[in-house]
């Protein structure tokens, strides 16, 4: 991340999967992309980061929006969003097999996969908890976490 004018700038030619940072499943789903991304493609920062909202805003042009709590599962990569299923799916897509089969998916109808999205992702603290703060990563496994000190 570099300090342009003022602006906080990511490299998003790695993806970056940006995530409810509190979600107990969101966090587990961090775990999950981790330990089958055996090449560390994948970079991750919370939605209610600095780190997030200056991705969210590179990648859009706009503020990341004010939902509380966070809406979307989002992937950045170069400078392109994806949002809800279509971004689970581009994530399944990079990591290693049998996951990438997943993204047959896409023939599903988007509006179909997302209200599946969104019905899980209306329950995801109530079925699988939240935390009080935000996931801390290990030492071995921060760099591939986005934050603000890197600007």
């Not at 689970?88 to 997943?102: D, E, G, M, S, T």
Request: aromatic share 8%; glycine share 4%.
């Amino acid at each position: 991340m570099a300090a342009e004018a003022g602006v906080l700038t990511v490299d998003t030619s790695r993806p970056v999967v940006l995530f409810d940072g509190v979600c107990n499943l969101c966090n587990r789903t961090v775990q999950f992309i981790i330990r089958r991304d055996p090449h560390a493609r994948f970079r991750f920062a919370s939605l209610q980061s600095a780190a997030g909202a200056a991705i969210v805003r590179q990648a859009t042009g706009r503020a990341l929006p004010s939902a509380d709590p966070p809406e979307s599962i989002l992937l950045v990569e170069r400078d392109r969003l994806y949002e809800r299923s279509t971004a689970v799916l581009h994530v399944l897509r990079k990591l290693r097999f049998p996951w990438p089969v997943a993204y047959a998916l896409v023939i599903v109808p988007r509006a179909m996969r997302d209200s599946v999205y969104d019905l899980i992702a209306r329950r995801r603290y109530r079925w699988f908890g939240r935390q009080d703060v935000c996931m801390v990563p290990t030492p071995d496994l921060r760099a591939r976490f986005v934050d603000q000190s890197e600007a």
